[in-house]
């Protein structure tokens, strides 16, 4: 059992979880499941704040244009780069092979399209002030500053590093890669801890983003069930004694 186990999983995806466990084995495939299991808390999260940021920037970029100037034809001119405000070149490739492949799957396709179908990476960097990640920063940064979210983040700074912990965490997570390190993790229970401190920060993050959604969510007598037994220690050490007699 333990070794189709291994064959399942592959040691290559196992060995975060080896050293966490001491190279025991069967406690790394135990853990494994177990963290793998609770990390399915945040797809839901982590989506309610994809949608609240791209419905928010899309937003304010509207309210921004001329009155001659629709949104769709704005995403346009941003692609073939005759916009007075300007992309890095990988987000304007981004941006142009998003309106190439809509064209052909949808002709008629309009800016909720593209709103929808560009990536979260793209509209977390261009609140980012690295010059080679966006050349014109202080353009954008002029267009969104003191337009988002309320203010409820102290700057579009915070709200970039904010959204960067989110986007590097949900590519981790999308690609089934360990979401649950950090410094000096070095047993399931830190693992579990981490987990429960990113979760509740992405938390804020949505409070901040899209204080309504959060609320309703909030209310969900499931979503409070979930988080309930995600995070506790306890749970997971019994599931984890339990999984090990069964290899």
Known sequence: MLQQQLHSISLSRLSPYLTLCGNNQKEAVCVY??????SCIYFALIQEIEVGVRNEMSRVIQSRL????????????????TSSLSLSAAGRKQLADCLRELSVSKPNFRADDVIANITFGFWVHLLNDDGAKNPDYAKWHQMFNGQLF????????DIFLSLRQVLSFRNKLYH???VWKGKSIRSPEKALRNL?????NFSCYLQKIAPERAKLRQASPLLRS????CFDETLLMT???YLKTLL
């Open 66 to 81: 001329s009155p001659q100037q629709d949104l769709l034809g704005f995403f346009q001119s941003l692609a073939a780069d």
């Open 239 to 241: 599931e984890l004694n």
């Open 226 to 229: 979930m988080e309930a037994g």
């Open 150 to 157: 309320g203010k409820r983040f102290a700057s579009n700074k």
């Open 176 to 178: 089934q890669e360990p």
């Open 196 to 200: 429960s401190k990113k979760y509740q």
């Open 33 to 38: 499941t177990a963290l793998q299991q609770r």
